[in-house]
């Protein structure tokens, strides 16, 4: 079954505590990205990976970190820095560079501050 | 702010209607537009996609119309069913700066 797969579905941070979100891909994508999203808002954009051992920062990068080691996985760390963790994270790939094309999603990560 | 937003925040519609959630662009160099569908606690679903070449696209039960010179984006579903129900966004390519997403629409349906 091939798809996006995020991981854990709820997450708890404590204070201070850096935190990663697994973020799995068997679709054969070359892109990846990390959206935040809050009740009631549109997705914004954290990190963004077009190849592997390359990304760039997308419009809230700051107190987020990624790696893109593996084609098919895009961790995202949320380190102590980021004062206002609590969200739900989604991750997504297409299929080639450049944002004319689809994204797919997997299902999301809730995390929340203890 | 967003150049992509929604007229309502929620849409209320009776089963076996047809439902329309519209979305209003700002940026006229926008050349792909996108619908997806996020139910509870899930990941949004690709619904439909449209290019700026194009007017109108239909896929099973949803049409998705775009009108360039309003900057102005529909969604259609027909038949509405209970599984329906979900919250609808739209997202634009503003090229450099990628897919922007609007907040969206909560469609509820009623039987």
């Known amino acids: ?114 | 702010g967003e150049s992509v937003g929604l007229h309502l925040p929620t849409l209320s519609v009776q089963e076996g209607d047809n439902s329309i959630i519209n979305c209003a662009y700002s940026n006229s160099a926008s050349d792909y537009f996108i619908w997806y569908k996020q139910e509870s606690g899930k990941g949004p679903q690709f619904i439909i996609d449209i290019r700026s070449n194009m007017d109108k696209r239909q896929g099973q039960r949803v049409t998705v119309l775009l009108n360039k010179t309003v900057k102005h984006l529909s969604l259609q579903i027909a038949a509405t069913q209970p599984g329906d129900s979900a919250v609808y966004f739209c997202a634009e390519n503003m090229g450099a700066d990628g897919l922007t997403f609007g907040k969206g629409t909560h469609l509820i349906i009623q039987p």
């Open chain 1, 1 to 114: 079954d091939g798809g996006i797969t995020q991981s854990p579905k709820y997450l708890f941070r404590k204070e201070g505590q850096n935190v990663t979100l697994s973020c799995e891909q068997n679709l054969n994508h070359d892109a990846m990205y990390w959206y935040r999203q809050d009740p009631g808002q549109g997705l914004r954009l954290i990190y963004y990976s077009q190849i592997v051992n390359d990304f760039q920062k997308g419009d809230i990068a700051e107190g987020y970190s990624v790696s893109r080691e593996k084609k098919e996985s895009f961790p995202l760390t949320v380190t102590s820095a980021q004062k206002n963790p609590t969200a739900f994270y989604l991750c997504a790939s297409s299929s080639r560079t450049g944002w004319s094309e689809k994204l797919f999603f997997g299902s999301g990560t809730q995390l929340s501050v203890l």
